[in-house]
């Protein structure tokens, strides 16, 4: 692939800088840069400078918010492939060099230069900076068929999903997980936390269907909704947070797999991309927003 065709691909997919973090989050979601082979490209390699928005340990990847390389990359927010992506934390600025190989990008070194503030979008949680902008709004409706939207549990911390009831494998385990999730909070932090799962098939999820799900499941819905609604609103929302949907010759559903975690503000400050994320992990990230929040002086 060479250079401009990649910088016309890396556009198409850039969130230009939205408002909206789900978008910027899915935009490189949809962008999905997997590991490839080496090619010459690891000899010189490309120098770039950006910020580090998000860092997936598990996956050993981090999104960075990249500045211009002319001819290579536009300015935007792209995912790395990096060997030790524990080294990197949100919210440093970083001088690096990336090897490109097709539509793979992996950072090969980087060196700290500066830290971002809460100024440029990020959230001090737990002594942490973290990338936090709005999540993408939305009026559906839940289980009991009651109007259900992010403004309805503001002032709340969220863990978002998307789902759909026939789903045979990844969805199950995901709500178990966040089933384990829920169960294990405290209970300060429950009483402060709030489940969104978003069914990305109206068309077989209705009211019936999710509370089916929900009882199958155990989820508690004193402090979770299931959430539908007409198809091209639906399908509206997930565009806004960029959820890639096909359907498969199965007849099932392939999309993709991420759960959001939203300050009482509504602004997204993590991102799970596993298909089996890590309940303790979870928990240990709301129990920490949680009692940040609880510290930060009103209007904070």
């Known amino acids: 692939?060479?250079?401009?065709?990649?910088?016309d691909l890396l556009s198409h997919f850039d969130a230009r800088r939205s408002t909206s973090s789900a978008s910027r989050v899915g935009a490189v979601l949809i962008f999905i840069l997997l590991v490839s082979s080496p090619t010459g490209c690891r000899e010189s390699g490309h120098s770039a400078r950006g910020t580090v928005l998000f860092v997936d340990a598990a996956s050993g990847r981090a999104t960075i918010a990249v500045e211009e390389v002319p001819g290579i990359l536009p300015a935007t927010d792209a995912e790395f492939v990096v060997e030790s992506a524990g080294v990197l934390e949100p919210a440093q600025v970083i001088e690096f060099s990336f090897i490109r190989a097709g539509t793979s990008l992996r950072l090969i070194d980087h060196s700290v230069v500066g830290r971002a503030s809460a100024d440029d979008g990020f959230v001090l949680v737990a002594d942490r900076l973290l990338h936090a902008d709005p999540g993408?709004?939305?009026s559906l409706r839940d289980q009991q068929g009651r109007r259900f939207g992010l403004d309805d549990v503001k002032d709340r911390v969220v863990l978002l999903d998307f789902i759909f009831t026939r789903c045979h494998g990844p969805c199950p385990a995901q709500t178990q997980n966040h089933v384990r999730v829920?169960?294990?909070?405290?209970?300060?932090?429950?009483?402060?936390?709030?489940?969104v799962s978003i069914s990305i098939d109206p068309e077989t999820d209705d009211e019936a269907a999710l509370r089916d799900y929900a009882a199958l499941h155990g989820a508690d819905?004193?402090?979770w909704s299931f959430v539908t609604g007409p198809v091209d609103a639906v399908e509206a929302v997930v565009a806004g947070w960029q959820i890639g949907t096909e359907a498969a010759e199965s007849g099932q559903?392939?999309?993709?797999?991420?759960s959001y975690l939203l300050d009482d503000r509504g602004?997204?400050?993590?991102?799970?991309?596993?298909?089996?994320?890590d309940p303790t992990v979870v928990r240990a990230d709301i129990e920490a927003l949680v009692a940040a929040i609880d510290k930060a002086p009103p209007g904070g």
Do not use: C, K
Not at 182 to 195: I, V
Not at 253 to 258: A, G, R
Not at 267 to 277: D, F, L, M, Q
């Open 221 to 223: 819905l004193s402090s």
């Open 136 to 138: 993408f709004p939305f």
């Open 1 to 7: 692939m060479d250079g401009r065709l990649a910088v």
């Open 253 to 258: 559903i392939e999309h993709t797999l991420v």
């Open 182 to 195: 829920q169960r294990g909070l405290s209970q300060a932090a429950r009483a402060r936390t709030w489940f």
């Open 267 to 277: 602004r997204i400050v993590h991102r799970y991309r596993s298909t089996n994320p």
